[in-house]
C-alpha cells in the first residue's frame, strides 16, 4: 500500500529525493518514518514526523537529512543532503497508525567514494 522511490547511485557529498506515496487513505495515522537497513544489520530509524509535525534524526543524519510530509495525501519525503558512503542502504518508508503499521517496500540508495 505504500510506494518508496527515489533511490539511486550518488556520489559521496551528492543529494538524493526520496518519496513515498500511499496507494489508498491510511486513516488513524501516529506518524511516518523512514528506516534503513544495511545486508546482515537491523533497520535503523532514519527520520520520523509525527501527526503533529514534530520530527526526530538519527544523530548520524542530523543537519544532512530533512523529513516532510503531505498529511492529506499521506505522501512523505525525506530530503538528503551531503551524502555519505555510510548513507548505503536500503530505505523503506512506514506509516504508523493506532492499529499498526504499514510499511512500503525498500529502495536502494548507494553512495559511492
Known amino acids: 500500500q505504500l510506494q518508496a522511490s527515489g533511490g539511486g547511485l550518488v556520489q559521496a557529498g551528492g543529494s538524493l529525493r526520496l518519496s513515498c506515496a500511499a496507494s489508498g487513505r491510511i486513516f488513524s495515522i501516529n506518524g511516518m518514518g523512514w528506516y534503513r537497513q544495511v545486508p546482515g544489520k537491523q533497520r535503523d530509524l532514519v527520520a520520523y514526523?509525527?501527526?503533529?509535525?514534530?520530527?526526530t534524526y538519527a544523530d548520524s543524519v542530523k543537519g544532512r537529512f530533512t523529513i516532510s510530509r503531505d498529511a492529506t495525501r499521506n505522501m512523505m519525503a525525506l530530503q538528503m543532503n551531503g551524502l555519505k558512503p555510510e548513507d548505503t542502504a536500503i530505505y523503506s518508508c512506514a506509516v504508523m497508525t493506532t492499529t499498526g503499521a504499514y510499511w512500503g517496500q525498500g529502495t536502494q540508495v548507494t553512495v559511492s567514494s
Open positions: 514526523i509525527t501527526s503533529a509535525g514534530i520530527t
